[in-house]
């Protein structure tokens, strides 16, 4: 299926409902120390409510320790910079989404050692800053789900 890869999430909340999309779709969920939060936050688990035992969840200590679980796999790095519409990719089983902390998006050297055509966005009205991350992650998800048929959705 997919991979999400979360680098440096900071809010709770968003990490939960997360946690739940992923719990819900078969999506395995990385996230990338530091974290602007702890595991046992509340507001972590009453977002994520009961599904945290049913999500694939996997932490790493640095972006190189996780960027080596992925190599030669498609990384599609998420965000507001990036240079093709999200929904103009074809996704397949295997393929890993990148997505950066809230207040400040992926490092400019992340997005950067993707291939341009990796380097997604969701689409917004002009003069906006950004959607709220577990929004994003939601509609990039979906879109590669559908594109795949649901495969393990019913």
């Known amino acids: 299926m997919f991979d999400l890869i979360l680098y440096q999430p900071e809010i709770p ?3 939960g409902n997360i946690i739940r999309l992923c719990a819900n779709t078969g999506v ?32 790493h200590d640095d972006w190189t320790a996780c960027a080596e679980q992925f190599a030669g796999r498609r990384i599609f790095a998420a965000s507001t910079k990036g240079t093709r519409r999200y929904d103009l990719n074809a996704y397949a089983s295997g393929d890993v989404f990148l ?9 400019v050297e992340l997005i950067e050692a993707v291939p341009e055509a990796q380097r997604v966005r969701v689409p917004m009205r002009p003069g906006s800053r950004s959607l ?4 994003a992650v939601s509609v990039v998800i979906y879109e590669a789900l559908r594109q795949t048929g649901f495969e393990g959705c019913r």
């Open 28 to 59: 395995c969920l990385h996230l990338v120390k530091p974290l602007g939060f702890s595991l046992e936050d509340k507001q972590l688990l009453r977002a994520g409510l009961d599904y945290h035992e049913f999500a694939s969840l996997t932490v």
């Open 99 to 107: 997505f950066g902390p809230e207040t400040r998006g992926l490092p």
């Open 132 to 135: 709220n991350l577990s929004n």
């Open 13 to 15: 909340p968003n990490t």
